[in-house]
Structures are given as structure tokens and as C-alpha cells.
């Protein structure tokens, strides 16, 4: 059982995606999320690919490959996965800093279009109507 060209394709493929995340991960840290390689529609055919490609893939093809071929698909594998875990990680940062600052601004706008509140026995404030009101009296 050897499918040695199904390995290569493998490692081929998630050297080329390894290479956007690397960049996407470079933009993340420079401050530049609208720069992100992996929004590009060519990379996402390939992350698609990749998965189909590797959701079909049975080890055992790995173990009967030639030792070369298999320490360059574990390496590979290995840095694949390292990169995907920094740039989630790095994602999510962006993720939660942004929606921070949405949350920031929303609760700022309300607190400022709130009622003032005094201490005195009458409020300094009219409380807005209720808005007219229709009464159709059918007799």
C-alpha cells in the first residue's frame, strides 16, 4: 500500500497554506487584519482541497512511505499544526479586542443618552410621553 504522490500533493498543499497563514499572522501582528492572505478565494480552494485531500488520507500510507517522505510529511503535519493554533490564537484577539470596542462605544451611547438623575423631590427631567393615543369608540 503506497501512494507516495498523494503524500507529496499533501505536503505541497500545506506548504502553500502554511506559507499564507505565516502571512496572515505577520499582518495580525503588524496591526493589518485587511491584509489577511487567507480571505483570498485561491487559498481557500486550497484549504478545501487540503481537507478533502487529508479527510481521505489513511496513515498507513504514511508508514509505508520511504523515511525521507515521512519525516518531511510528520515535520510538515507538525508545523502546520503550530501555525493554525498561533494564528486562531491571534484571530481570536483581534476577535475580542474588536467586539471590545463595539461593546465600549454602544454602553458609552447609552450611558450619555441617559436621563440625568437628581436628588431632588421632583425629577429634573420629563419622562417622554407614552405617544398619542386613539380610542375608537364604535357605539
Known amino acids: 500500500m503506497k501512494d507516495d504522490p498523494r503524500i507529496e500533493r499533501l505536503i505541497s498543499l500545506a506548504e502553500r497554506i502554511i506559507t499564507a497563514l505565516e502571512s ?5 501582528k503588524e496591526g493589518r487584519a ?19 485531500e487529508a479527510k481521505g488520507f489513511d496513515p498507513r500510507l504514511a508508514e509505508n512511505a520511504p523515511p525521507t517522505l515521512r519525516q518531511r510529511f510528520f515535520a510538515i503535519t507538525a508545523k502546520f499544526r503550530e501555525v493554525l493554533q498561533l494564528h486562531a490564537r491571534l484571530l481570536a484577539r483581534v476577535k475580542n ?12 451611547v447609552e450611558r450619555a443618552s441617559a436621563p ?21 369608540k364604535v357605539v
Open 116 to 136: 440625568m438623575r437628581t436628588y431632588g423631590p421632583r425629577p429634573a427631567y420629563k419622562p417622554p410621553s407614552a405617544g398619542p393615543m386613539l380610542f375608537n
Open 34 to 52: 485587511g491584509a489577511l492572505k487567507t480571505n483570498d478565494p485561491e487559498i481557500q480552494k486550497l484549504t478545501v482541497i487540503y481537507g478533502r
Open 24 to 28: 496572515d499572522i505577520a499582518a495580525l
Open 97 to 108: 479586542a474588536s467586539e471590545g470596542i463595539v461593546r465600549a462605544i454602544a454602553s458609552e
